[in-house]
């Protein structure tokens, strides 16, 4: 496996025993043994020799938001994702093709171009997290996903040490997946993400908040946008500092998507008629249902405590660090809330954000 060297010479700085629970949203965890920030592709190759010479772990920091961290920290060095270079946005018809770096703020991202009055991301504000980490887990909300408008991805591959530029349909996206948190995890470092946005589309209204907030109006997508993180904000859904129910890792457990015959069992269990029981259809017959509903009805409300891990006050997917909470209380409160729904609807949720040092 050959690595291209660096062009220029070592310029990173290797920190030692650095407290990850600052660059965390749930503001959990304990010390990466090393920690270097990186803010170009020859900062990250220098980095990766580093790990290399030494046989360390690696692992990839963007934001934190996705993210719950040990507490007895990680083994190996931990890089974080701070490439900001700007390249020229392209035009060609009525589409811009924008390409952005790792490092970005993605809601700053998002605003930029509602500022411009182009639709394509506006349901995505307030989303926090890096430009490099949307396309991991192809992140949705109110009607859009990352992948309706992402058509590459630069990478550096690991397998080869060659930075490659991943099409749409290599990056193998789907509900809250694609090849980087699946079948190649921790295979692709991303260093940049090209969008491809149309000047004539009109703002995403499909969700039913955002229908009901506008009522029959037609709002730019900068309104969208503000209405987007107004409806998060009320519930607990936008990084406010200071509001406990912000130090989260937004939704803990993903839709889980089911066969259709799961209705019954779940009516059966709460003594319902099969129509009651909420759900959305998904790929090959199957069924999504709505892991907040699923939580309530077995038993965890808004506001549910365990120590000092609870499940937010404004959203029932949230699992919230009420106040110092360790990561092995959230995890116990994972734990139990997980074999509740299992032994109540024979359901397993799959946990959303990525953990890291257990
Ligand atoms: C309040 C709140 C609300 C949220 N709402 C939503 C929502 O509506 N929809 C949604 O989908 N998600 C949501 N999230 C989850 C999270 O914001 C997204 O998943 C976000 O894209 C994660 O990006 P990040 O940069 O913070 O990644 P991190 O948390 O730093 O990392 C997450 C994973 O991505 C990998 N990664 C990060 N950057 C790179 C890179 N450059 N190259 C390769 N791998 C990388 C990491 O190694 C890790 O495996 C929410 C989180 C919070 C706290």
Redesign the pocket.
């Known amino acids: 496996m050959l690595y291209p060297q660096p062009v220029q010479p070592p310029k990173i700085r290797i920190q030692e025993n650095v407290s990850l629970a600052p660059?965390?949203?749930?503001r959990i965890g304990g010390p990466a043994r090393f920690f270097a920030e990186v803010t170009t592709e020859d900062e990250l190759l220098e980095a990766i020799q580093f790990a290399r010479e030494r046989n360390l772990e690696l692992?990839?920091?963007?934001?934190?938001?996705?993210?719950l961290v040990g507490d007895s920290g990680f083994d190996g060095l931990v890089i974080h994702?701070a490439?900001h270079i700007a390249t020229p946005t392209i035009s060609s018809g009525h589409f811009i093709n924008t390409t952005v770096a790792?490092?970005t703020d993605?809601n700053a991202f998002v605003l930029q171009i509602c500022e411009q009055g182009i639709s394509g991301v506006e349901c995505?504000a307030?989303?926090?997290?890096?430009?490099?980490?949307?396309?991991?887990?192809?992140?949705?909300?109110?009607g859009q996903?990352?992948a309706d408008t992402i058509t590459a991805v630069r990478?550096l591959d690991r397998d080869t040490g060659t930075f490659v530029d991943l099409s749409h349909k290599q990056c193998g996206f789907a509900y809250?997946r694609s090849i980087?948190?699946t079948t190649h995890?921790?295979r692709?470092?991303?260093?940049a993400v090209t969008f491809r946005l149309d000047r004539n589309a009109k703002p995403n209204l499909s969700y039913a908040d955002l229908k009901r907030h506008f009522d029959g109006l037609t709002p730019t997508s900068l309104d969208v946008y503000n209405a987007v993180r107004s409806i998060?904000h009320s519930k607990?859904?936008?990084?406010v500092e200071g509001e406990a129910d912000?130090r989260?890792?937004?939704?803990f457990f993903k839709n889980p998507i089911v066969a259709k015959s799961t209705l019954a069992t779940i009516a059966s269990a709460l003594k319902l008629s099969v129509d009651k029981v909420p759900h959305w259809p998904a790929d090959k017959g199957q069924i999504k249902l709505p892991a907040a509903w699923l939580l309530e009805q077995a038993g965890f409300h808004k506001g549910f405590a365990l120590g000092n891990a609870g499940v937010s006050s404004r959203h029932t997917l949230?699992l919230i660090n009420r106040s110092n909470a360790t990561a092995a209380e959230v995890v116990t409160l994972r734990d139990v809330i997980q074999q509740q729904v299992k032994a109540r609807f024979n359901i397993e949720l799959e946990q959303?954000?990525?953990q890291?040092g257990f």
Do not use: D, H, K
């Open positions: 660059y965390t949203t749930f692992f990839i920091l963007g934001g934190g938001s996705n993210l994702i490439i790792a490092g993605w995505l307030g989303i926090p997290g890096s430009i490099g980490g949307t396309p991991v887990q192809n992140v949705g909300a109110y996903e990352v990478a809250r980087f948190n995890r921790g692709y470092i991303v260093t998060r607990g859904m936008l990084i912000c989260s890792a937004g939704s949230a959303e954000p990525v890291l």
